[in-house]
């Protein structure tokens, strides 16, 4: 009688130090993709050291601090701000606008207001102190 012993070759993988090399690449992967582009968006940061004076024939946008919007001392909707600044600016052939808002305000307030010069295709000049 003939007792046939199981011999077949059965093939392994070692996994026990895959997963070491595994998390290495993945912490090499992760400080390289950090150094690589720490800055994606590259901005100008305005600075108030000194200003620049412009001529008197511009078109002035003040915003209070309660949202109450003036175009040269005019007070303003804000729903009728964008055809005001239209008119404004079509009479006087100038696309200067110089936008004087509070520290105070919102960065949403200035970006309302840009989006408004985007769509007019309007050139803003932000009003600082020295």
């Not at 175009?71 to 110089?98: G, M």
């Amino acid at each position: 009688m003939g007792i046939k012993r199981n011999k077949r070759f059965h093939p392994e993988i070692p996994t026990s130090s895959l997963s070491d090399i595994m998390f290495f690449l993945f912490l090499f992967f992760l400080i390289i993709s950090t150094l690589a582009n720490p800055n994606v968006i590259k901005l100008t940061l305005p600075k108030a050291k000194s200003n620049e004076t412009t001529n008197k024939d511009h078109i002035t946008l003040s915003v209070t601090e309660n949202k109450q919007y003036f175009v040269n001392q005019e007070e303003i909707p804000f729903d009728q701000l964008e055809s005001t600044l239209a008119q404004r600016t079509s009479a006087a052939n100038d696309k200067v606008v110089v936008v004087r808002v509070p520290a105070d305000n919102k960065v949403q307030d200035l970006v309302d207001i840009m989006q408004i010069g985007v769509k007019l295709k309007l050139n803003f000049v932000i009003a600082t102190s020295k």
